[in-house]
T-cell receptor, first 113, second 113 residues
């Protein structure tokens, strides 16, 4: 059974600080990793994808991947109240992706003004 | 505008009354999928489709049917809905296999009384 684990939170971060969200996964053969942002009652929105070890930056967001430790993280710099949402980590399967992505249950992030 | 659409967005029905939730994408994506999202359980895949006339079960297929007669459409059918199917449903599509980034529709909130 493929698993993706996230701390459910809530994670409370002051406005302007760095928010750090973490995710571990069980399928050692996974190749594709994604972070989605989901506001309450809305659909998940893709914000970052990462495929190789190291860091990937996009604006205020940085995704970090360590395949040896089976760990992926998302850093949000200069956190804004509008970043308050649930962040879902998603990982593909090693079997070619036929059955899609496995999602973590999400971390609820609260940015305090 | 590239998008995934779902209809209806909200539906209240009664036990046993057949219903269909439609999903359509205009991005010429090969892969489409249905998820349900419940508090504390996260996103769980119901069914997916790799291409026209190719569908397969996800993690929670019981009580649901799907079809993929056209590339753009992937309807979800509940032939005899029960209260435990009350949930928030999302359709998603992906350009290649499901292991790539998926794009979500706006969601359908279903209540079965």
């Amino acid at each position: 059974q493929k698993e993706v684990e996230q701390n459910s939170g809530p994670l409370s971060v002051p406005e302007g600080a760095i928010a750090s969200l973490n995710c571990t996964y069980s399928d050692r053969g996974s190749q594709s990793f994604f972070w989605y942002r989901q506001y309450s009652g809305k659909s998940p929105e893709l914000i970052m994808s990462i495929y190789s070890n190291g860091d990937k930056e996009d604006g205020r967001f940085t995704a970090q991947l360590n395949k040896a430790s089976q760990y992926v993280s998302l850093l949000i710099r200069d956190s804004q109240p509008s970043d308050s949402a649930t962040y879902l980590c998603a990982v593909n399967s090693s079997g070619g992706g036929a059955d899609g992505l496995t999602f973590g249950k999400g971390t609820h992030l609260i940015i305090q003004p | 505008e590239a998008q995934v659409t779902q209809n209806p967005r909200y539906l209240i029905t009664v036990t046993g009354k057949k219903l269909t939730v439609t999903c359509s994408q205009n991005m010429n994506h090969e892969y489409m999928s249905w998820y349900r999202q419940d508090p504390g359980l996260g996103l769980r895949q119901i069914y997916y489709s790799m291409n026209v006339e190719v569908t397969d079960k996800g993690d929670v297929p019981e009580g649901y049917k799907v079809s993929r007669k056209e590339k753009r459409n992937f309807p979800l059918i509940l032939e005899s809905p029960s209260p435990n199917q009350t949930s928030l449903y999302f359709c998603a599509s992906s350009p290649l296999t499901g292991g790539y980034e998926q794009f979500f529709g706006p969601g359908t909130r279903l209540t079965v009384l």
